[in-house]
């Protein structure tokens, strides 16, 4: 099955800067999920996002996390406020087509900040 | 709670050899089991899953059994490439929620 698509592949900010990223399924899906990994560390769990709603999220995803679809295609994760300690891969994923439990993951997004 | 360790690497190989990458996971309940790759420079690309206990889980000739008496998920191929050379990734996934749980990833290494 094809995946997601991510963008931008790398994106640089200033600390306390606001970033969006943004996934593009290929197809209309409902279920989405964000994940990270920083540099040298596992992959975590961020969120959730079922039928244009958030249905689970970590501890990570704190009030400066926001997802949205605005458009009902795009799936963007927004950082309000970005900190040192938010560097690292974002990955997006969606869930099976017509039911089952696997997520097929983007490419990711390298979020630097400096 | 819930957890996947891994064994650690990098693990390098020769072309054709045996491959083992191990999993082990601890889970209150039965969880799903999943392996994923990523290729230098690429995202997560699931391999293979499984789950339930005694499931293999196969693809591109690896194969994982799911060990519910072990609580393993081994990463097994019986003659690997250069083209396998990428870090591997163990993960579960309980029946309850949607959160992958990942192991650390273990880097393969094949030498020609």
């Known amino acids: 099955e094809p995946e997601v698509t991510q963008t931008p592949s790398h994106q640089v900010t200033q600390m306390g800067q606001e970033v969006i990223l943004r996934c593009v399924p290929i197809?209309?899906?409902?279920?989405f999920y964000w994940y990270r990994q920083i540099l040298g560390q596992k992959v975590e769990f961020l969120v959730s996002?079922?039928?244009?709603?958030?249905?689970?999220k970590s501890e990570i995803f704190d009030d400066q996390f926001s997802v949205e679809r605005p458009d009902g295609s795009n799936f963007t994760l927004k950082i309000r406020s970005t900190k040192l300690e938010d560097s690292a891969m974002y990955f997006c994923?969606?869930?099976?087509?017509?039911?089952?439990?696997?997520?097929?993951f983007g490419p990711g997004t390298r979020l630097t900040v400096t | 709670g819930n957890s996947v360790t891994q064994m650690e690497g990098p693990v390098t190989l020769s072309e054709e050899a045996f491959l083992t990458i191990n999993c082990t996971y601890t889970?209150?309940?039965?969880?799903?089991l999943f392996w994923y790759v990523q290729y230098p420079g690429e995202g997560l690309q699931l391999l293979l899953k499984?789950?339930?206990a005694d499931d293999k889980g196969s693809n591109k000739g690896f194969e994982a059994t799911y060990r519910k008496e072990t609580t393993s998920f081994h990463l097994e191929k019986g003659s690997v490439q250069v083209s396998d050379s990428a870090v591997y990734f163990c993960?579960?996934?309980?029946?309850?929620?949607?959160?992958?749980?990942w192991g650390a990833g273990t880097k393969l290494i094949i030498k020609p």
């Open positions: 994923a969606r869930g099976k087509t017509g039911g089952g439990n696997e997520q097929y």
């Open positions: 197809s209309n899906h409902l279920y």
């Open positions: 996002f079922y039928n244009n709603e958030i249905s689970e």
């Open positions: 889970a209150t309940g039965y969880p799903s």
């Open positions: 499984a789950t339930k």
């Open positions: 993960a579960l996934l309980m029946d309850s929620n949607y959160q992958l749980i």
